[in-house]
């Protein structure tokens, strides 16, 4: 079975554009978090999505967005990018919505440079 | 609010060495705990986790018990080898049913042959 698949795997973007990171879930799950990784600190929880509506958000400012699809495949979109938006972002596929009981599986993430 | 405090690494081993990373939380209600391993270039792992007061987790020679006495999940390997070098990642999950993960700042681990 395929785990969680991101895309792309490494981005360079320069400050002011936008951008859009995709997650494909465990298949079967339903669940999607996105999580933002600064190097040499642990995940911080940006979005939860379970059956495409918005279940929970992190303190991240607006020029976060995201999305699911039917298919539960999922878009990270960030508006304006600023330099301190470089890091990991990883997204994690659950069954249930109860996957902070059940365990994540994460994605290798996307590796974003804001240049 | 909910929080994870790792202790600080680096932490330096020498193969078949005692491994213990020491984390406590900080949480309202009764959350399960978790610790992920994240190898180099790679995403975040489930090592193993504990849903309630007093569970065990265990997996690949790796024991941690959620204590609620003392709000602590430590981790703990009898004998460290060269491949468990990675950065370790206690984690908590809310009461809210958000998915929300709350992760602590990560502990890297070397292992020397």
């Known amino acids: 079975d395929a785990g969680v698949t991101q895309s792309p795997t490494h981005l360079i973007k320069t400050r002011g554009q936008h951008v859009t990171l995709r997650c494909s879930p465990i298949?079967?799950?339903?669940?999607v978090s996105w999580y933002q990784q600064v190097l040499g600190q642990g995940p911080q929880f940006i979005f939860q999505y379970y059956e495409k509506e918005e279940r929970g958000r992190g303190n991240f400012p607006d020029r976060f967005s995201a999305r699911q699809f039917p298919n539960y495949s999922s878009e990270l979109n960030v508006n304006a990018l600023l330099l301190g938006d470089s890091a990991l972002y990883l997204c994690?596929?659950?069954?249930?919505?109860?996957?902070?009981?059940?365990?994540?599986?994460f994605g290798s993430g996307t590796r974003l440079t804001v240049v | 609010g909910d929080s994870v405090t790792q202790m600080e690494g680096p932490v330096t081993l020498s193969e078949e060495a005692f491994l213990t990373i020491n984390c406590t939380y900080t949480?309202?209600?009764?959350?399960?705990l978790f610790w992920y391993v994240q190898y180099p270039g790679e995403g975040l792992q489930l090592l193993l986790k504990?849903?309630?007061?007093?569970d065990k987790g265990s997996n690949k020679g790796f024991e941690a018990t959620y204590r609620k006495e003392t709000t602590s999940f430590h981790l703990e390997k009898g004998s460290v080898q060269v491949s468990d070098s990675a950065v370790y990642f206690c984690a908590l999950s809310g009461s809210s049913n958000t998915g929300k993960l709350i992760f602590g700042q990560g502990t890297t681990l070397q292992v020397k042959p």
């Open positions: 949480a309202t209600g009764y959350p399960s």
């Open positions: 994690a596929s659950s069954s249930l919505t109860g996957g902070g009981f059940y365990g994540y599986t």
């Open positions: 504990a849903t309630k007061a007093d």
């Open positions: 298949s079967g799950h339903k669940s």
